[in-house]
C-alpha cells in the first residue's frame, strides 16, 4: 500500500498516511483540523539484486552473470579485476606451457644425440 505525505495549510503540521488507492484522501489536519493537501515528494524505491543498472544488463547480454548478487557500479569494478586476474592467469599458462613444450625439445634432441653418440662408440 502507497504511504502518503500531507501538510496542512493552516499550521504546517507535517504527517504520513498508509492508504489504499481506493481509500478517500484526507481532508482535515489531525492536529488542529485545517484543510490538507499532498505535496509532490520523492517515491520511496529501492531496487535490490542485479539487473537494475546499465552495466548489469549488459553483463547479462553477454552471458556473464553475478553470483554474489551485489549490485551497483561495483559489479563492474569487480568484474574489471576478474577479467584482469585472468588474463594475467592466462599469460601465465602461456608462459608455462612454452617453457614445457622447449624443455621437451632438449630433452628430445639429448636423446636423439645420446644413442648416435653409443653407436659411434660400438664401431670403434
Same mark, same amino acid.
Given at each position: 500500500? +502507497?504511504?502518503?505525505?500531507y501538510? /496542512?495549510?493552516k499550521c504546517?503540521?507535517?504527517?504520513?498516511?498508509?492508504q489504499?488507492f &481506493?481509500?478517500?484522501?484526507?481532508?482535515? /489536519?489531525?492536529?488542529c483540523?485545517? +484543510? !490538507?493537501?499532498r505535496p509532490l515528494?520523492?517515491? *520511496?524505491?529501492?531496487f535490490?539484486g &542485479?539487473?537494475?543498472? !546499465?552495466?548489469?544488463?549488459n553483463?547479462? %547480454?553477454?552471458?556473464?552473470?553475478?553470483s554474489?548478487?551485489?549490485?551497483?557500479g561495483?559489479?563492474?569494478?569487480k568484474?574489471?579485476?576478474?577479467?584482469?586476474k585472468?588474463e594475467?592467469s592466462? %599469460?601465465?599458462?602461456?608462459?608455462e606451457?612454452?617453457?614445457?613444450?622447449s624443455?621437451?625439445?632438449?630433452?628430445?634432441?639429448?636423446k636423439?644425440?645420446?644413442?648416435? *653418440?653409443k653407436?659411434?662408440?660400438d664401431?670403434?
Amino acid at each position: 500500500m +502507497p504511504l502518503y505525505e500531507y501538510v /496542512c495549510k493552516k499550521c504546517k503540521h507535517r504527517f504520513e498516511k498508509i492508504q489504499k488507492f &481506493s481509500d478517500r484522501l484526507v481532508k482535515k /489536519c489531525p492536529e488542529c483540523g485545517g +484543510p !490538507v493537501e499532498r505535496p509532490l515528494s520523492a517515491p *520511496a524505491v529501492h531496487f535490490k539484486g &542485479s539487473g537494475f543498472y !546499465v552495466n548489469d544488463y549488459n553483463a547479462r %547480454k553477454g552471458g556473464g552473470s553475478d553470483s554474489d548478487g551485489d549490485s551497483g557500479g561495483t559489479t563492474r569494478e569487480k568484474r574489471e579485476k576478474e577479467e584482469k586476474k585472468q588474463e594475467a592467469s592466462d %599469460k601465465s599458462d602461456k608462459a608455462e606451457k612454452t617453457s614445457e613444450k622447449s624443455d621437451k625439445a632438449e630433452k628430445s634432441e639429448d636423446k636423439s644425440k645420446k644413442p648416435t *653418440a653409443k653407436k659411434s662408440a660400438d664401431k670403434d
